[in-house]
């Protein structure tokens, strides 16, 4: 592999790290940041992040790692680390704690339900025959309990945002290696990846989603059976 290739797989596998990492420069100004780092700057303003480096960056150039308990949105991390190699730009790294990651206010009122039917009733409200979808279903993904009326309402904010969308790609599966305790029982997680060319904002505090990079969203969902 050449070294352009290897620069090229580099930025990639760092694009999709499960940590985020934003890019300052001295004025605070975001350089740089990938797709987990949209989501905390989703969630968090830019000010309090530089001022969060800065207050953890070392005394002199180089990298400092400092463990922490910082709760953004709905993820946990546990510690951050910083680095500047001269006075223009500063960068940090915070490291997810994924074992402590949170799902807030978890209705009791749960059915079996099937995820792509859910979905697919909120795309026959929300979308017509213009709009070209692309569906990734893990067919081997069973029925499990979820809020289904909860659910369907967060879907259709979504949807609703979407109306106008010329393509859209869902791609449902089992997030590999993740998992979210629940009352001291853990659960592995159920991945939405709703992806298109248009920014998604919504607020709801019982489902643990964030901003894809490029435009969409991406929906976390506790697998209970």
Not at 66 to 76: N, P, Q, V
Not at 127 to 138: A, P
Not at 148 to 155: D, G, H, K, V
């Amino acid at each position: 592999m050449d070294e352009g290739m290897n620069e090229l797989l580099y930025k990639e596998f760092f694009e999709h790290s499960i940590d985020p990492f934003i890019l300052f420069d001295s004025q605070g100004n975001v350089l740089e940041y990938n797709s987990e780092g949209e989501y905390v700057l989703s969630k968090i303003s830019k000010s309090e992040l530089f001022n969060l480096a800065v207050s953890h960056a070392s005394m002199s150039f180089g990298f400092k790692q400092t463990l922490l308990e910082l709760d953004i949105g709905h993820s946990s991390f546990c510690a951050i680390n910083v680095g500047y190699i001269d006075s223009e730009t500063i960068g940090l790294v915070l490291h997810k704690n994924l074992c402590n990651k949170k799902y807030k206010n978890l209705s009791s009122n749960l059915q079996y339900a099937n995820i792509f039917t859910l979905v697919d009733i909120a795309i026959n409200t929300h979308l017509d025959d213009r709009c070209k979808i692309v569906k990734e279903y893990d067919a081997s993904i069973p029925e499990f309990k979820i809020n289904i009326n909860r659910f369907l309402q967060f879907l259709n904010k979504v949807f609703k945002q979407l109306e106008k969308a010329k393509q859209i790609r869902i791609v449902i599966k089992i997030a590999t290696g993740e998992s979210v305790v629940i009352e001291g029982k853990r659960y592995q997680i159920l991945s939405i990846d709703i992806k298109t060319d248009k920014e998604i904002e919504v607020k709801d505090e019982e489902f643990i989603f964030s901003p894809l990079k490029g435009g969409g969203i991406h929906i976390e969902l506790p697998f209970i059976l």
